[in-house]
T-cell receptor, first 107, second 112 residues
Framework: RKEVEQDPGPFNVPEGATVAFNCTYSNSASQSFFWYRQDCRKEPKLLMSVYSSGNEDGRFTAQLNRASQYISLLIRDSKLSDSATYLCVVKGSKLIFGQGTTLQVKP | ETGVTQSPTHLIKTRGQQVTLRCSSQSGHNTVSWYQQALGQGPQFIFQYYREEENGRGNFPPRFSGLQFPNYSSELNVNALELDDSALYLC???????????FGPGTRLLVL
């Protein structure tokens, strides 16, 4: 079993749609959680940290459920520029990345 | 831009050869981590260097080795290259071992 699991997609959605990505992790001792965004052939960039209380940054909302070892990312009012791969990342002694979920927003 | 630079940007090698990849960390950052990202996969942690010492290693064989210099720049060396070593190699710098990591643009390695 992978330490961090994500549905690779792709998720194809129209502009303006709301889309949600999920991620599960296996190590209950994990300390910190993040979502990174990676554009095609570019490096990953930190999108947002994820907190147990849930946190929001504009159109993006992240949630963490420690009991279920589950992390989510919700994107509202999708833009064409949101098209990218979204990487779920769990941190214990090191960063562990999921496979990534590809989002394609269509006009 | 993060201020993390990597060289070269692309590289083609043949099986059995050796390669050295370089990373310059962002100013003020003393920690460099290296990752391997195969096509369609997330980055996999190779190792981390903190103040010139290795500080954690992932599940990679000993032919993957590294160095960190007094200016905190770093090298990744891979000996006896195999076809499966073809990947994007990313380095990330941070101001400490537990702080947010900032990625460089990566080096694309193709092994033929």
């Amino acid at each position: 079993r992978k330490e961090v699991e994500q549905d690779p997609g792709p998720f194809n959605v129209p502009e303006g749609a709301t889309v949600a990505f999920n991620c599960t992790y296996s190590n209950s001792a994990s300390q910190s959680f993040f979502w990174y965004r990676q554009d095609c052939r570019k490096e990953p960039k930190l999108l947002m940290s994820v907190y147990s209380s849930g946190n929001e940054d504009g159109r993006f909302t992240a949630q963490l459920n420690r009991a279920s070892q589950y992390i989510s990312l919700l994107i509202r009012d999708s833009k064409l520029s949101d098209s990218a791969t979204y990487l779920c990342v769990v941190k214990g002694s090191k960063l562990i990345f999921g496979q990534g979920t590809t989002l394609q927003v269509k006009p | 831009e993060t201020g993390v630079t990597q060289s070269p940007t692309h590289l083609i090698k043949t099986r059995g050869q050796q390669v050295t990849l370089r990373c310059s960390s962002q100013s003020g950052h003393n920690t460099v981590s290296w990752y391997q990202q195969a096509l369609g996969q997330g980055p996999q942690f190779i190792f981390q260097y903190y103040r010139e010492e290795e500080n954690g290693r992932g599940n990679f064989p000993p032919r993957f080795s590294g160095l960190q210099f007094p200016n905190y720049s770093s090298e990744l060396n891979v000996n006896a290259l195999e076809l499966d070593d073809s990947a994007l190699y990313l380095c990330a710098s941070s101001p400490g071992t537990q702080e947010t990591q900032y990625f460089g643009p990566g080096t694309r390695l193709l092994v033929l």
